[in-house]
């Protein structure tokens, strides 16, 4: 398997777990309400297993986000320096994601580790299950910031450059999605 397609292939499993995660709450929350309203008692880890949910789909679309180059970025000032300084920037810029990736990769591996020795109030699951999150997603994001720094040094196709001119290709895919 190509490695391009490798990666549409993990996006597309990423959002499969993202629409199952959304339904999941939804499903959740909506009996609890009715069983709690309707019948006078709903199911008490109700509550607890939407929060882990919740914290995963905003984890697993942070990834995704960023896989897509969908976070917010200000390039007004990048796009009036000429490339050589706007691949400048993009790799200072690049460097410092990677050490505040590594920050919180390191963080969330200190929070599964004591996380495996603390419960839940409810259901008693491991706590690491929360913290598992934040370590998928740093891993997952210091990866693709990673690979997309390597695009911007060896100046490869691909590269995200904040200011660059988008190629008119990904112009009419993105107007075509809006």
Request: one cysteine or more; glycine letters at 8%.
């Amino acid at each position: 398997m190509k490695p391009n397609l490798l990666v549409r292939a993990a996006e597309r499993v990423v959002e499969a777990l993202m629409a199952l995660d959304l339904a999941l709450i939804v499903l959740l929350v909506f009996s609890n309400v009715v069983g709690r309203y309707g019948f006078g008692a709903g199911f008490a880890g109700a509550e607890e297993v939407s929060r882990l949910l919740f914290v995963w789909l905003v984890f697993l679309g942070a990834v995704l986000a960023l896989r897509r180059g969908g976070h917010l970025g200000v390039a007004l000032l990048q796009a009036r320096l000429p490339r050589p300084l706007r691949r400048a920037c993009a790799v200072l810029t690049h460097v410092l994601m990677l050490y505040a990736l590594w920050l919180f990769l390191a963080g969330s591996w200190s929070q599964v580790q004591i996380g495996l020795h603390t419960y839940s109030t409810v259901l008693h699951y491991p706590n690491a299950f929360m913290a598992a999150s934040g370590l998928v997603c740093a891993a997952s994001m210091l990866l693709i910031v990673a690979a997309n720094l390597l695009r911007v040094v060896f100046d490869r196709a691909g590269a995200m450059v904040p200011g660059d001119p988008e190629p008119m290709g990904q112009q009419l895919a993105l107007g075509a999605a809006e």
